[in-house]
């Protein structure tokens, strides 16, 4: 870990050689007062900067503001745990084609304006309180999204995009945790999970944190009406992350569908509001749990045009069980990671 003063002679150095490419990452210097920011922006090369990535830093509103105004020939940019932020504004970066703005717990507001090259936008885990404001991004086509953990955001923040940006997502990533506390939470309906129409996504990932062994019916219903709104795309890819981590034989066997939850099995998998076109479905991190085989069976009852699935097991017990549950599916074909 450098010290302050080398990490700012650092920077300056940086700029001065005119780097293209800066990627800082800093740990335990929340003091750092940053005041290369408030170079004058001539002759300090901050103009030729096309990728910026700031994790850790102590910055201001002020502080970003200065920053953006300065970097007017970025293409990518990522902003990170800067916990002094409360409202980020970018606006008029006409050549920044990748956004990442994660981990703003205390950001109070996001305003994305007129970035005309926008192509991807990536929000992980905001404050449950924070809005986002989005105009004037004709090519934002992609959007990677991470809800924080037990808050279901998603819905709230696509019903608040102007409905020219939502219609032009073609690629849309959700990352999202469940665990057996949310059957306890005060929680909507799942009536009133129904997600907008997104009907130019193409391609929607699903990466989603089980912890625990509850069955969790009612983040089953969300991810349905999530698979319901986007049901003309053509790939749908469900990720298990967590459950890579859980290979003690205990917690395998939990995962069984016990009887009980049966009934509710089969009333999940039936038939949806609409018709899906997913042709390939892509199932990675497979152990069997009942939500796991529900939203599955799901797709596959539901998707007239389904060419191929692809199941990846955790393990070599959770392959056998895939076997199993899927014996039924034509063109499935089978692997595991361990």
């Not at 300090?44 to 007017?72: A, I, M, P, W």
């Not at 390939?280 to 069997?288: A, D, F, P, R």
């Not at 939203?295 to 009852?301: I, K, S, T, W």
Request: proline share 2%.
């Amino acid at each position: 870990m450098v010290g302050k003063g080398n990490f700012e002679s650092w920077f300056k150095f940086a700029l001065a050689k005119k780097a293209e490419i800066i990627h800082i990452a800093m740990y335990g210097f929340k003091d750092l007062d940053l005041d290369f920011l408030r170079l004058p922006s001539t002759n300090n090369g901050f103009q030729c900067l096309k990728d910026l990535s700031l994790h850790g830093l102590k910055l201001t509103d002020r502080d970003f503001e200065l920053l953006v105004s300065n970097c007017l020939a970025l293409e990518s940019l990522t902003v990170e745990s800067s916990y002094e932020l409360k409202n980020v504004s970018i606006v008029g970066l006409s050549k920044l084609m990748r956004l990442n703005l994660s981990y703003f717990v205390e950001v109070e507001s996001i305003v994305i304006r007129d970035a005309i090259s926008l192509v991807s936008l990536t929000l992980y885990q905001l404050s449950s309180e924070c809005t986002v404001q989005l105009s004037n991004t004709p090519k934002l086509t992609k959007l990677n999204f991470q809800e924080r953990f037990g808050q279901v955001m998603l819905a709230e923040f696509l019903d608040g995009m102007p409905s020219c940006i939502r219609g032009q997502l073609q690629v849309m990533h959700l990352a999202t945790s469940i665990d057996f506390y949310m059957q306890k939470m005060d929680l909507n309906t799942p009536d009133e999970l129904l997600l907008v129409d997104l009907i130019n996504i193409k391609h929607l990932e699903l990466e989603i944190n089980m912890r625990g062994t509850c069955p969790c019916w009612y983040m089953l219903s969300y991810f349905r009406h999530l698979v319901e709104a986007c049901s003309f795309s053509d790939k749908l890819v469900i990720k298990y992350p967590y459950m890579l981590r859980a290979y003690n034989k205990t917690l395998l066997e939990a995962y069984v569908v016990p009887d009980y939850d049966k009934t509710l099995l089969e009333a999940y998998v039936g038939v949806g509001r609409c018709k899906l076109s997913v042709k390939y479905l892509e199932i990675t991190g497979y152990l069997g749990a009942p939500l796991q085989l529900a939203l599955a069976l799901y797709v596959v009852n539901n998707a007239r045009s389904l060419e191929s699935v692809t199941v990846v097991a955790a393990d070599k017990n959770a392959l056998a069980r895939a076997y199993e549950d899927f014996r039924h599916i034509r063109s499935v074909s089978f692997s595991t990671y361990y």
